[in-house]
C-alpha cells in the first residue's frame, strides 16, 4: 500500500462550490504539507503543519483552508472555488529534523487533479 | 527570499546521450539541495540530495555536486535510458527554518530511442 494517498485523484467541479482534498499517510511522520502544481511554475507551497496543533500559511493561502484531523491526516478545502484554482495539488510528508542533522526528506502522494469549470 | 532557477524544457535526447540539467539557487545559509523526478501521471520522488557545499548526491547513474561558489547543482547523467523521460524539479530547503521545499519550475526531458 501506498504510504502517501490522497482522495479523491480527480475532481471536476463548478464555480462557487466547496471541495476537500484528502491526505493520509502511513509513515508516521508529523509534517505535512500541501502543495500545488502549475505548468511552468513548478510547485508552490499552500499550507504546511508541523503537528496537530500547529498549521502555517504557505506562499499562496488565500482562497484556501486546512484541518489536520489527526497526525496521518490533513484536509485542504477550497471553500468557494474558482476556476483559476484548477491545478494539480500534491500532499507531502516529512519526519521532523534531527538536531545537528540534515533537513529529511518530503514524501508525495499521486496528486490530485482538480478542475473548476 | 529563497528562489530556484532551472533550464527550461523541454530537453530531448537521443538514448545513450549525455545529460545536463542546470539548476542554480538563491538562499541565505545553507540550505540542503534536493532533485525530484516526477514520472508522467505519477507524484514525486525524490531522486537525490546533497546536504551541504561539495557534497554529491548520486542514485540511478544521476549525479549532482552542491556548489557554494557557483550556487549551483546541476544534474547529469551519463548515459540516458527512454524510461528517464520526466519531468525533473530541482529543490532546496532551508536547514533548521520553518519554511517546505521552495522548488524550480521543473524540466522535462524526453529521450528518444
Known amino acids: 500500500d501506498a504510504d502517501v494517498t490522497q482522495t479523491p485523484r480527480n475532481r471536476i467541479t463548478k464555480t462557487g462550490k466547496r471541495i476537500m482534498l484528502e491526505c493520509s499517510q502511513t509513515?508516521?511522520?508529523?509534517?505535512m504539507y500541501w502543495y500545488r502544481q502549475d505548468p511552468g511554475l513548478g510547485l508552490r507551497l499552500i499550507y504546511y503543519s508541523f503537528d496537530v496543533k500547529d498549521i502555517n500559511k504557505g506562499e499562496i493561502s488565500d482562497g484556501y483552508s486546512v484541518s489536520r484531523q489527526a497526525q496521518a491526516k490533513f484536509s485542504l478545502s477550497l471553500e468557494s472555488a474558482i476556476p483559476n484554482q484548477t491545478a494539480l495539488y500534491f500532499c507531502?510528508?516529512?519526519?521532523?529534523?534531527?538536531?545537528?542533522?540534515?533537513?529529511?526528506?518530503?514524501?508525495f502522494g499521486p496528486g490530485t487533479r482538480l478542475t473548476v469549470l | 527570499g529563497n528562489s530556484v532557477t532551472q533550464m527550461e524544457g523541454p530537453v530531448t535526447l537521443s538514448e545513450e546521450a549525455f545529460l545536463t540539467i542546470n539548476c542554480t539557487y538563491t538562499?541565505?545559509?545553507?540550505?540542503?539541495l534536493f532533485w525530484y523526478v516526477q514520472y508522467p501521471g505519477e507524484g514525486l520522488q525524490l531522486l537525490l540530495k546533497a546536504t551541504k557545499a561539495d557534497d554529491k548526491g548520486s542514485n540511478k547513474g544521476f549525479e549532482a555536486t552542491y556548489r557554494k561558489e557557483t550556487t549551483s547543482f546541476h544534474l547529469e547523467k551519463g548515459s540516458v535510458q527512454v524510461s528517464d523521460s520526466a519531468v525533473y524539479f530541482c529543490?532546496?530547503?532551508?536547514?533548521?527554518?520553518?519554511?517546505?521545499?521552495?522548488f524550480g519550475s521543473g524540466t522535462r526531458l524526453q529521450v528518444q530511442p
Open positions: 507531502a510528508t516529512s519526519d521532523r529534523v534531527i538536531a545537528g542533522g540534515s533537513t529529511d526528506t518530503q514524501y
Open positions: 529543490a532546496l530547503s532551508k536547514e533548521g527554518g520553518r519554511r517546505a521545499l521552495t
Open positions: 509513515k508516521g511522520h508529523d509534517r
Open positions: 538562499a541565505t545559509g545553507y540550505p540542503s
